[in-house]
T-cell receptor
Framework: RKEVEQDPGPFNVPEGATVAFNCTYS??????FFWYRQDCRKEPKLLMS?????NEDGRFTAQLNRASQYISLLIRDSKLSDSATYLC???????????WGAGTKLIIKP | DAGVTQSPTHLIKTRGQQVTLRCSPK?????VSWYQQALGQGPQFIFQ???????QRGNFPDRFSGHQFPNYSSELNVNALLLGDSALYLC??????????FGQGTRLTVV
């Protein structure tokens, strides 16, 4: 079983729609959680950290469920520019490395 | 304030050759991590350098080695290149309590 699992997609979504991704992680000792966005052939860029209480940044909302060991990302009013691959990342205090999912590809259609 | 810079941006090598990739961390960052991202996959941790020493290593063979210099810059060396080493190599620099910053990556193609 992979340490971090994501649905690879692609998710084909019409512009303006709401889309949600989930990600599950296997290490219950994981402490830090992130969503990164990666455009084709570019480096990943931090979209948002995920906090226990959930957090929102504009059209983006992230949630963490420690009991079920998953995190989610919700994108409202999707834009064409949201088309990208979204990577789920976890980290534990005792481990210096970031553990990455393989990413979920999102395609926003006009 | 310069972010993380990696060189070269693209590289083509032949099987069996050796390659050195370079990374300059973001100003003020003292830790450098290297990741390998194969096509369609998430980045995989290679190793992390702190205070000029390898602090942690991922599941990569000894053909992958690195170095960190006193100015915190770092090199990743790969010996005896295989076709499967073709990937985007990402360098991330960080400081305690700060999110890591990523370079634009070096795209290595082994033919």
């Amino acid at each position: 079983r992979k340490e971090v699992e994501q649905d690879p997609g692609p998710f084909n979504v019409p512009e303006g729609a709401t889309v949600a991704f989930n990600c599950t992680y296997s290490n219950s000792a994981s402490q830090s959680f992130f969503w990164y966005r990666q455009d084709c052939r570019k480096e990943p860029k931090l979209l948002m950290s995920v906090y226990s209480s959930g957090n929102e940044d504009g059209r983006f909302t992230a949630q963490l469920n420690r009991a079920s060991q998953y995190i989610s990302l919700l994108i409202r009013d999707s834009k064409l520019s949201d088309s990208a691959t979204y990577l789920c990342v976890v980290n534990s205090l005792s481990n210096y490395q970031l553990i990455w999912g393989a990413g979920t590809k999102l395609i926003i259609k006009p | 304030d310069a972010g993380v810079t990696q060189s070269p941006t693209h590289l083509i090598k032949t099987r069996g050759q050796q390659v050195t990739l370079r990374c300059s961390p973001k100003s003020g960052h003292d830790t450098v991590s290297w990741y390998q991202q194969a096509l369609g996959q998430g980045p995989q941790f290679i190793f992390q350098y702190y205070e000029e020493e390898e602090r942690q290593r991922g599941n990569f063979p000894d053909r992958f080695s690195g170095h960190q210099f006193p100015n915190y810059s770092s090199e990743l060396n790969v010996n005896a290149l295989l076709l499967g080493d073709s990937a985007l190599y990402l360098c991330a620099s960080s400081l305690v309590a700060e999110d890591p910053a990523f370079g634009q990556g070096t795209r290595l193609t082994v033919v």
